[in-house]
C-alpha cells in the first residue's frame, strides 16, 4: 500500500513538472558534470533545487533551466547532508536500487555548507565562487580552494567525505580522521 501511495505522489509530481510550458526535463545522464577532477570523472548532479521538490523525490534544476526529478530512498538510506531547501544550490548522487530504478544515494546542500567554520587548529570561510578564506595566519598549509566530487568535498588537494552537515555543524573525514568544526556567524 505505502509503494503505492508513493508511487501515485512520484506520478503527480512528474506531471506537475511536465505541464509546466517554461521548463524542460530530461534524464540525468544529461544534467551529469563529466569534470575530470584530480583522476576521478566527476558523475554527480548539480543544480539548484526546484519548487516541485517533495517529500520522496528531488527535482534538481540545472543552470540552464532543465530539470530532472529523483526520487529518495523511501526507506530514508538516502544521505542527505544540509537539508533540501527551494532554491538551494545542491549537488547529489544517484545510483540504481534492487529494483532497478534510479534514486539519491548522496545529496548534499552547497548554500548550507558555505560560511565560516572553525575548528581547534583552523578558521576558514567557504565562499560561493569556490574559494577558502583563512582567518587564521599561522595556519601552516591554509586551505584557499574548494569544489565537489562525486559529493566528495576537496579542499585544496585534501577529499573529505562530508559525514555531517547540519546548520552549525560540520563532520569531514577522510583516512587521516575525523574532522569536526562549528559554524560562526560572519555577521558577529
Known sequence: MKKLVYSILFAVAITIVVGCGNKQTHTEETAKKTEDVGGVADSALYGTVGRA???HSVELVDEDGKAVIVPLNVDMEADVQGGIYCDDRLTMTVEKNVEGEKEVKKAINLT???GRWVALDRNFEIMEDGTVVSMQNVES???THWS??????VLNRDTFEIAYLGP???ALENDRGIF???RINSGL
Open 112 to 114: 548550507s555548507l558555505c
Open 141 to 143: 598549509h591554509p586551505y
Open 53 to 55: 521538490t517533495a517529500m
Open 168 to 170: 552549525d555543524s560540520l
Open 148 to 153: 565537489m566530487v562525486n559529493c566528495n568535498l
Open 180 to 182: 569536526v568544526y562549528k
